[in-house]
């Protein structure tokens, strides 16, 4: 599996076309690059842009944006959008007004134009009087925000695919757009050299963590088993060389005085083995530095392997009676239905508490997302996968995101600020591959069943 977007010929600009929507504007994804630069970038604008036929720039101005890309009309067509063409702004084909005059490159009036214009100068300079461009430093600025402090052979510890509620030392092997590949330090190699077992996540991903983390928090990490020899592998060349705190994004520092979660309090918690399900939950260790360790209610296998460590900032939790108040359909342990469960019965027979509102991190952020917005997301459950998706509902600060072509059980709910969903043309501007949506979308209007897709995890 796993299909590449330009191969299958998916083109995000017919794609939104074809279906009327838009796309979510690259200003919604602070971690995104540009995104600071973004309030420059309107339409309107007019840039320098390459002909890839003729090898010649001319002028265009831009009259849509979705996402990274524009769509370009060019100079002297005025109203006739026949010649419109799709460019990605991050790309270096398209330039300020004026770069191909200090390049030494030619600004060369297309064939199509000289019949009727007659003095195309004047009519050139009665069209850029007043006009805005592109900020000079943009590509400089594309190129800083593409510099990531991971390189190959740099160690981390992640979460362990086969068992998520420990950790594991991992080693990077991949990094595109910074996004992060890692093996497993006894992933094991199978017969062709090939690696058995990878991880895929963004550098600023909650999932991964400097070396000594795991122990410095409390929670539990896999010992690497020293008989796997994964020398064979390239990225076990290198040097290895362990990340350190300052790599990885600073998380908001939380309070753990004297109230905090504690064991046993209760909350909701987005499955992190069903993205699209918010259940009844349980803090099931208070670990340091603000995290917590989480069993979702009534399917915990009991020996806490399943247990899942959130931050006390994560978006992933919420105070109980979240869902209802959001109209959210909350996931009951089993053996409980909606007509009668309510949370306080809950606590009560249970003998537990719910844990205080004010710990979780609800902010409202404002975000600027909207229902039909499409971007490309990563599918958390196969997390090598950027995806062409769309959000489905806006929840305080969480998203409901759809995968195009694929039913509702594969939803998920991600945060806004996740740095694993991108703008539209991102894959582009990276190199990463997109999968396209596979096949026509299902009928609409199927409400997601809160049934476990697959209990795999990742
Ligand atoms: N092997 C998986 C791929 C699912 C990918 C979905 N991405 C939205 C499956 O077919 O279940």
Same mark, same amino acid.
């Given at each position: ?24 504007? %690259? ?34 101005? %831009? ?210 083995? @069903? ?50 108040? @959001? ?33 979780? @991190? ?51 709910? %991600? ?44």
């Amino acid at each position: 599996f796993g299909q590449d977007a330009i191969l299958a010929g998916f083109d995000w600009g017919s794609y939104l076309e074809k279906s009327g929507l838009l796309a979510a504007p %690259v200003s919604c994804f602070r971690h995104a690059p540009l995104c600071a630069q973004w309030d420059d970038i309107y339409v309107g604008l007019k840039v320098e842009v390459l002909n890839t036929h003729t090898a010649l720039y001319w002028i265009a101005t %831009v009259v849509q944006l979705t996402g990274y890309k524009a769509l370009l009309r060019h100079e002297g067509f005025e109203d006739d959008d026949s010649h419109d063409l799709w460019c990605n702004l991050g790309t270096a084909d398209v330039h300020p007004i004026g770069w191909s005059a200090l390049n030494n490159k030619l600004l060369v009036l297309p064939q199509e134009f000289h019949q009727h214009i007659k003095d195309w100068k004047s009519y050139l300079m009665k069209r850029l009087v007043g006009a805005h461009t592109l900020p000079v430093d943009f590509h400089v600025k594309m190129a800083d925000s593409l510099r990531c402090p991971f390189r190959q052979g740099f160690r981390v510890e992640v979460v362990d695919r086969s068992q998520v509620s420990r950790t594991h030392l991992a080693v990077v092997d991949t990094v595109i757009g910074g996004r992060l590949r890692l093996l497993y330090e006894d992933g094991g190699l199978g017969p062709s050299g090939e690696v058995l077992s990878d991880f895929w996540c963004h550098m600023q991903s909650p999932l991964v963590h400097p070396i000594g983390w795991s122990e410095r928090v409390g929670h539990s990490i896999k010992k690497t088993d020293e008989n796997v020899n994964m020398g064979s592998h390239p990225a076990f060349h290198k040097v290895l060389q362990n990340s350190v705190p300052d790599q990885f994004k600073k998380l908001k520092t939380v309070y753990m005085g004297n109230t905090f979660f504690e064991e046993g309090m209760k909350l909701e918690a987005v499955d992190p083995l @069903n993205l699209g399900n918010i259940c009844v939950a349980s803090v099931r260790k208070v670990l340091l530095d603000g995290y917590i360790m989480v069993g979702i209610d009534g399917v915990e296998i009991g020996d806490g392997s399943d247990w899942f460590c959130y931050h006390a900032s994560s978006h992933a939790i919420l105070p109980v009676g979240y869902c209802e108040s @959001n109209d959210v359909s909350l996931t009951l342990p089993p053996g409980y239905n909606h007509t009668t469960f309510t949370w306080t019965k809950y606590l009560e027979e249970t003998g537990t508490l719910a844990a205080p509102r004010r710990l979780f @991190n609800t902010d409202d952020v404002g975000h600027g997302f909207t229902p039909g917005m499409k971007l490309e997301a990563v599918d958390l459950m196969e997390p090598r996968l950027v995806c062409v998706a769309t959000v489905r509902r806006c929840v305080g600060r969480l998203l409901l995101l759809h995968f195009d072509g694929w039913g509702p059980e594969f939803d998920q709910w %991600v945060d806004c600020l996740s740095p694993e969903i991108y703008p539209v043309g991102w894959c582009e501007i990276t190199g990463y591959q997109l999968q396209p949506p596979i096949g026509p979308e299902p009928p609409q209007g199927q409400e997601r069943s809160n049934t476990s897709k697959k209990a795999k995890p990742f």
